[in-house]
């Protein structure tokens, strides 16, 4: 289970990389991100094949990102696919129908008040509010995770999420310092 904790890492971890890496100007950084989305297709694939709690919320989480038009690339359209056929081979276990709608929604919302946050930040003048950096954290999702831990004394959402985050958020540093080299 600690490994798949890690791998959760690694697929937020190349996400953010397949993300960012897309949207570099340089001739090499956009083919890499090809390899990021594919990693992170398969490997949220394989999770998503593991358990409830993994099918769960990683279904819910690509729901969110597919229904508020985040796949808007050839890279995360790759990523999406490789999702696909590797839950076509590793199988897909029985979900909390439930959880996933709630979870669904605090995801749209997570990437619907990102993107609101993300044009307004743009065409603000001076430092972000307080809500606009809220929005732009994607908490939701968070918040939910807790409130399922509180509610059923099942915190592996909160685990699960809290390493794709982290592997996401170490990954979007990781390409800012690599864009100014």
Aim: glycine content about 8%; charged content about 15%.
């Amino acid at each position: 289970m600690v490994f798949n904790f890690f791998l959760a890492f690694l697929t937020g971890f190349s996400a953010k990389a397949a993300d960012e890496l897309s949207e570099t100007k340089s001739k090499l950084w956009p083919k890499l991100a090809f390899i990021a989305a594919l990693a992170y297709g398969l490997l949220a694939g394989y999770l998503v094949s593991d358990s409830p709690e993994f099918s769960t919320l990683f279904l819910a989480v690509i729901c969110a990102v597919l229904l508020s038009g985040k796949i808007d690339n050839r890279q995360h359209q790759l990523g999406v696919s490789a999702f696909i056929l590797a839950v076509a081979f590793f199988g897909l276990p029985a979900i909390h129908p439930l959880l996933f709608a709630f979870l669904l929604v605090l995801g749209f919302l997570d990437e619907i008040l990102n993107n609101v946050s993300d044009k307004l930040e743009a065409s603000a003048k001076g430092p972000k509010s307080f809500a606009l950096k809220i929005f732009g954290l994607r908490i939701l999702m968070e918040l939910g995770c807790i409130a399922v831990g509180l509610a059923t004394a099942n915190w592996f959402y909160l685990i699960a999420i809290a390493m794709f985050d982290a592997g996401y958020i170490i990954s979007g540093k990781l390409c800012s310092i690599l864009a100014t080299q």
